[in-house]
């Protein structure tokens, strides 16, 4: 009998030895966070559904190669930030820069996208979401493997290709880019809710 309290390596070994229904908990177990890191990058909802599900079928198939250097979120990862990254080099999609104050104008004026507009009272995670919408790129990336995939910095590096030391700046400019964009586009929210 299968459970998903079993560990991620005794659920590799099971579908090494041909069963299927193992990968299945697997995925059960990444699906959110593998297809966060490909919207993350891609900023686009069918298509990171697409290449999260390319890249469960990539490991799938190359589950015998994996050597258990790192975790197997990490190979996970891995995995999916470079399918995501080669799909935006084949369509030749430019990631926004969201510091851009032409940017910035834009989705103040667009009333499909306007954050500022829509999170008042949701609460803090809602907040949170916004703001990495807002935030964009490789730094919403970098926080989302930290803090919820919790992936090491070592982690980090190893899935971005980037030493340790490298990953911790990316990801200590990250933090302060995202203070930077609660504290200039949601304090009257985050100050109800702290009043609250």
Same mark, same amino acid.
């Given at each position: &009998?299968? !459970?998903?309290?079993?560990?991620?390596?005794?659920?590799?070994?099971?579908?090494?030895?041909?069963? +299927?229904?193992?990968?299945?908990?697997?995925?059960?177990?990444?699906?959110?966070?593998?297809?966060?890191?490909a919207f993350r990058i891609v900023h686009n909802r069918e298509d990171a559904e697409?290449?999260?599900?390319?890249?469960?079928?990539?490991?799938?198939?190359?589950?015998?190669?994996?050597? +258990?250097?790192?975790?197997?979120?990490?190979?996970?990862? !891995?995995?999916?930030?470079?399918?995501?990254?080669?799909?935006?080099?084949?369509? !030749?999609l430019v990631t926004t820069d969201m510091e851009r104050p032409s940017v910035q104008?834009?989705?103040?004026?667009?009333?499909?996208?306007?954050?500022?507009?829509?999170?008042?009272?949701? @609460?803090?995670?809602?907040?949170?979401? +916004?703001? &990495?919408?807002?935030?964009? @790129?490789?730094?919403?990336? &970098? %926080?989302?493997?930290?803090? +919820?995939?919790?992936?090491?910095?070592?982690? %980090? @590096?190893?899935?971005?290709? %980037?030493?340790?030391?490298?990953?911790?700046?990316?990801?200590?400019?990250?933090?302060?880019?995202?203070?930077?964009?609660?504290?200039n586009n949601f304090a009257g929210e985050i100050t109800t809710l702290i009043n609250?």
């Amino acid at each position: &009998m299968i !459970t998903n309290t079993l560990t991620d390596q005794d659920l590799i070994s099971k579908v090494i030895a041909g069963d +299927q229904r193992a990968f299945a908990l697997l995925v059960d177990r990444y699906k959110a966070m593998v297809f966060t890191v490909a919207f993350r990058i891609v900023h686009n909802r069918e298509d990171a559904e697409e290449l999260a599900q390319s890249a469960f079928v990539k490991a799938y198939r190359s589950l015998a190669d994996y050597r +258990q250097q790192a975790k197997f979120s990490t190979w996970l990862y !891995t995995i999916v930030h470079n399918l995501s990254l080669s799909f935006l080099r084949k369509h !030749t999609l430019v990631t926004t820069d969201m510091e851009r104050p032409s940017v910035q104008h834009e989705m103040e004026s667009s009333n499909h996208t306007n954050a500022y507009s829509y999170v008042d009272g949701k @609460g803090r995670q809602q907040i949170l979401q +916004q703001a &990495m919408l807002l935030l964009g @790129g490789d730094d919403a990336w &970098m %926080i989302s493997l930290y803090y +919820q995939g919790e992936q090491s910095l070592e982690e %980090i @590096g190893r899935i971005m290709g %980037i030493e340790t030391n490298n990953a911790k700046v990316k990801l200590h400019r990250a933090r302060l880019r995202l203070k930077k964009i609660l504290e200039n586009n949601f304090a009257g929210e985050i100050t109800t809710l702290i009043n609250h």
